[in-house]
């Protein structure tokens, strides 16, 4: 019955190392994002995805790199970890024209 | 650029209490207004939204907002607080970025809500 799940909920690593989220929804929607919600709670958009093709990308660094295979799966890769890269990163869905996103549980990464 | 300000980021009130937490945005078209909430290591539930219909909008779990263009305001109330309303609370505006309709959501800073018995 899970909308939208994310793999894995915990994520600790070194710095320099190179990672991967992945972030599934089962509601049918065309549209995925990637939020980062910062230790201080602030959550901010990184990217957006429509049918597999990038429709936002925030100034996120390019050591992210989102990848959607097809409209139901969106991951994030991220290559040489940093400190500042510790936060919580929520994949959301939608519909195209419903502007209602549907959040997965988040992934907490901690790079030490 | 559209914006969204929470005021006050810890608000606390007495089980049984009324509850209200304000929010207000900044948007140069008529704006599609959200609020969320997120229970301790969970992710974000949609509580209500507001699409331009009715600008009183009725959520789940007892909770309400009135969307005051004119204060460009849509703060968030429940009558009557209960513990399990003890969570953050998120405003979020949604942005027709290029016209289109795939929106991005920009969140205010979360307000902290504690409920004491």
């Known amino acids: 019955d899970t909308a939208v799940s994310q793999t894995p909920k915990y994520l600790v690593t070194q710095m320099g190392n190179d990672k991967s989220i992945k972030c599934e929804q089962n509601l049918g929607h065309d549209t995925m994002y990637w939020y980062k919600q910062d230790s201080k709670k602030f959550l901010k958009i990184m990217f957006s995805y429509n049918n597999k093709e990038l429709i936002i990308n925030e100034t996120v660094p390019n050591r992210f790199s989102p990848k959607s295979p097809d409209k139901a799966h969106l991951n994030l890769h991220i290559n040489s970890l940093e400190l500042g890269d510790s936060a919580v990163y929520f994949c959301?869905?939608?519909?195209?024209?419903?502007?209602?996103?549907?959040f997965g549980p988040g992934t907490r990464l901690t790079v030490l | 650029a559209q914006s969204v300000t929470q005021l006050g980021s810890h608000v606390s009130v007495s089980e049984g209490a009324l509850v209200l937490l304000r929010c207000n945005y900044s948007s140069s078209v008529p704006p599609y207004l959200f609020w969320y909430v997120q229970y301790p290591n969970q992710g974000l539930q949609l509580l209500l939204k507001y699409t331009s219909a009715a600008t009183l909008v009725k959520g789940i779990n007892g909770f309400e907002a009135e969307f005051k263009k004119s204060e460009t305001s849509f703060h968030l109330t429940k009558p009557s607080a209960h513990m399990s309303d003890a969570a953050e609370y998120f405003c979020a505006v949604s942005d027709l970025t290029g016209g289109t309709s795939y929106g991005k959501l920009t969140f205010g800073q979360g307000t902290i809500l504690t409920v004491h018995p």
């Open positions: 959301a869905s939608s519909q195209l024209g419903q502007h209602e996103q549907f």
